[in-house]
């Protein structure tokens, strides 16, 4: 967990929004993973530790993402709000781990 809040923390500043790259996954999986005052997140803050965060845009149909869906059906061209840490940790798991390069 501490990876993932480190990562959240790198949110840098592009026209006015903070934005941080998609977390890749070792087996090509990719998503966005955002967390600060103008995201679907809890705290909705630029300062962590946050316990809900903004996914959005996998790079392929993920279920363990569908509860959170803002547009349920269309999987890979959605927001997912306010989606709790630790799910964003077993997906991540479950696509063989953070690939860092």
Same mark, same amino acid.
């Given at each position: 967990?501490?990876?993932?809040?480190?990562?959240? /923390?790198? @949110?840098?500043?592009?026209?006015?929004?903070?934005?941080?790259?998609?977390?890749? $996954?070792? *087996?090509?999986?990719?998503? +966005?993973?955002?967390?600060?005052?103008?995201?679907? $997140?809890?705290?909705?803050?630029?300062?962590? &530790?946050?316990?809900?965060? %903004?996914?959005?845009? &996998? +790079?392929?149909? %993920?279920? @363990?993402?569908? &509860?959170? /869906?803002?547009?349920?059906?269309?999987?890979?061209?959605?927001?997912? &709000?306010?989606?709790?840490? %630790?799910?964003?940790? /077993?997906?991540? %798991?479950?696509?063989?781990?953070? *690939?860092?390069?």
């Amino acid at each position: 967990m501490i990876q993932l809040q480190d990562h959240l /923390a790198q @949110l840098s500043s592009i026209r006015g929004t903070r934005v941080i790259q998609p977390v890749k $996954c070792h *087996d090509g999986f990719m998503m +966005s993973v955002q967390a600060s005052s103008t995201h679907y $997140c809890m705290p909705r803050s630029d300062v962590g &530790p946050w316990t809900r965060v %903004e996914v959005g845009y &996998p +790079s392929q149909i %993920e279920p @363990l993402l569908w &509860p959170w /869906a803002e547009l349920p059906g269309d999987w890979t061209d959605t927001v997912y &709000p306010h989606v709790p840490v %630790e799910v964003v940790l /077993a997906v991540i %798991e479950l696509h063989g781990g953070w *690939d860092h390069k």
